[in-house]
């Protein structure tokens, strides 16, 4: 039985213990924010709850949350052994932490695996740039709610009902993944699996005629052309979050001690 430990209990992290069972693995482990452990305790059962790795290890550890909690937590479950996915990918537009992650999982022996989260085809992305690769943009389109509390609040009244759709970041991935910690996750993962943090072009837009969650990319190369779109339902705990992205740690957890694997 493969033993998961969860960083966070928040709406991806509950899609994903709910779906452990179906997989054979069972949960043994939730880190929580400091000072958290003994009420998320209360709360949680009896799943242990902890608010750092200590020394009962998982087979495989999760971080379902955030950026901080990859940046706090990553560096010692990778150095002490035990491979993690995570859905956090925005956070190694931070070059700093990306070093400081390979640098713990080099020592630890292990990996990080970065979850394809709510989009698809990075494989297709991924073998496109074995030979040229010209452009990739990423457009990340959400109901103007899916933006509450993100920096698109600086730029618009998102309490104000929008007329038509707005773009409020229109930039590179690196700085979309900086300033959007909850939101840009997605464009960082085309940055990593195409053509880098800088060379991905990124708009962000708010749209009252949205019905989920919509992800474009274009991509143009010696491969020849990619036009991809998913409109992803959102998970009921967290409007902003799509349900793939919970869906593809599911996957990535199936897939670890797969004989047979993508
Ligand atoms: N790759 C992708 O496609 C996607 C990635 N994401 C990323 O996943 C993250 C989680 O999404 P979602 O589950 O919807 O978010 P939620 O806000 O529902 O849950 C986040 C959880 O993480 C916990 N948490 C936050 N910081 C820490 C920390 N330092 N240590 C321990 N726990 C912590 C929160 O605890 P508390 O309740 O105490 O605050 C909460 O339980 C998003 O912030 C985003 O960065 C999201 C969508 C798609
Ligand atoms: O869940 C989504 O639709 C995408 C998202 O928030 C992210 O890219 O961080």
């Known amino acids: 039985m493969l033993r998961v430990g969860l960083i966070g209990h928040g709406a991806i ?3 994903v213990a709910r779906g452990l069972s179906g997989l054979g693995a069972t949960l043994s482990l939730i880190i929580v ?3 958290r452990a003994v009420a998320a305790q209360a709360a949680l059962g009896d799943v242990i709850c902890r608010d750092s ?3 009962d290890l998982p087979d495989i550890m999760v971080d379902c949350a955030g950026h901080a909690g990859l940046a706090q937590h990553g560096p010692a479950i990778l150095r002490a052994g035990v491979p993690m ?3 956090s990918l925005g956070a190694l537009a931070d070059a700093a932490l990306q070093a400081g992650l390979a640098e713990a999982a080099r020592q630890g022996k292990t990996s990080l695996i970065l979850s394809s989260g709510a989009i698809g085809g990075l494989d297709a992305l991924r073998a496109a740039r074995m030979g040229r690769l010209d452009r990739v943009t990423y ?3 959400k109901p103007p709610q899916g933006w509450a509390g993100s920096r698109a609040e600086k730029v618009m009244d998102l309490s104000v009902p929008l007329d ?3 773009v409020h970041f229109d930039g590179d991935a ?3 993944a900086l300033l959007y910690p909850k939101n840009a996750n997605v464009a960082a993962a085309v940055a990593l699996a195409g053509l880098g943090f800088e060379g991905t072009q990124v708009r962000l837009i708010a749209d009252p005629a949205a019905q989920g969650n919509t992800h474009r990319i274009t991509a143009h190369g010696d491969f020849g052309e990619m036009r991809l779109t998913i409109t992803g339902q959102t998970l009921p705990g967290n409007p902003r979050t799509s349900a793939l992205a919970a869906m593809s740690v599911l996957s990535a957890l199936a897939d670890h001690r797969a004989a047979i694997r993508f």
């Open 164 to 166: 038509a759709a707005a």
């Open 174 to 176: 690196r700085q979309a």
């Open 53 to 55: 790795i200590g020394d």
């Open 33 to 35: 924010r400091p000072g």
């Open 139 to 141: 457009e990340g389109r």
């Open 85 to 87: 996915i995570t859905v």
């Open 13 to 15: 992290a509950q899609y």
